[in-house]
C-alpha cells in the first residue's frame, strides 16, 4: 500500500475536506469523519497508510 500525506483543510458537519501534501495538482478529498482521528481539527497533519489515517 502507498502511504499518503494530507493536511485537514475544512471541516464540514460529519465530513472533512483533506489536501494531499505529498504531490502537487490533487484535488481535495471529502472523507467522512467517522474514519479519521477524533482529535482532527482544521490544519492537523495526517498520514494514510494500510486503509487508516494517522495524526502526525
Known sequence: METKYYTVVRLDGDYAWLKRTDVSGEELLLVARALL????DEGTNLKYEMLQYEII
Not at 37 to 40: A, G, H, K
Open 37 to 40: 482521528p477524533e482529535e482532527i
